[in-house]
């Protein structure tokens, strides 16, 4: 199902479209068939493993403020999350070391395709931290809740409780897809999937 973006909305160049969407959704996939159509994503997650991959710009804070989650390649993922899933305190110290950053990240990709007619912020939690105060509307990548559970507990170090515990941090996909402009659907054919995003392209691309 896709949905026409909100009256009123202001063509201004580059047009900003947010992507978002709970995790296991299909975000990422959703995010390359943007790409392909020739738009420029920001990948939050991506600039996200980047500073704190090896020699990441973020990796001596984290290490400073979290001993021992670092190493040669850069933070280890699975150390962190230990500490910091399912303790807000942690996980707010987390975030002012990232978020500052990635925000940099994102206002250097904006300057760089400032003459383009649509771009995207690929943002896990652009509801929850308030990004979708900063895009001119918003696609919600979704699909049913068994494939979702299902795409991720197929992950490395995956456990129910540690998707229950993600889950919590998130939005209810029910939420998320009443406040979208468009929904796209993963847990149709790829085929479908990438006719919604052609649809939505199109719709910001000037005339």
């Given at each position: ?16 479209l ?27 997650d ?117 998707l ?37 392209t ?6």
């Amino acid at each position: 199902m896709t949905h026409y973006p909100r009256p009123g909305l202001r063509l201004r160049r580059p047009f900003i479209l947010g992507l978002t969407g709970s995790i296991g959704m299909g975000k990422s996939t959703a995010a390359a068939m943007f790409e392909r159509e020739g738009v420029p994503v920001f990948d939050a997650d991506a600039e996200v493993h980047r500073l704190q991959g090896p020699g990441g710009a973020l990796v001596a804070a984290i290490e400073a403020r979290f001993p021992g989650t670092t190493g040669p390649d850069g933070v280890d993922r699975q150390k962190l999350g230990a500490r910091v899933i399912g303790n807000g305190h942690e996980l707010g110290a987390l975030e002012a070391i990232v978020h500052p950053a990635v925000a940099k990240a994102q206002k250097r990709f904006l300057a760089r395709h400032r003459a383009r007619d649509v771009v995207v912020l690929d943002v896990p939690l652009l509801f929850e931290k308030g990004g979708w105060r900063k895009v001119g509307a918003i696609a919600v990548v979704s699909a049913p809740a068994w494939m979702q559970r299902k795409r991720v507990m197929r992950r490395p170090g995956m456990t129910m409780a540690k998707l229950k515990a993600i889950r919590r941090l998130q939005l209810p996909d029910r939420v998320k897809r009443s406040r979208a402009d468009f929904i796209i659907e993963t847990g149709r054919p790829k085929s479908e999937t990438r006719r919604q995003i052609r649809f939505i392209t199109s719709c910001f691309h000037a005339r």
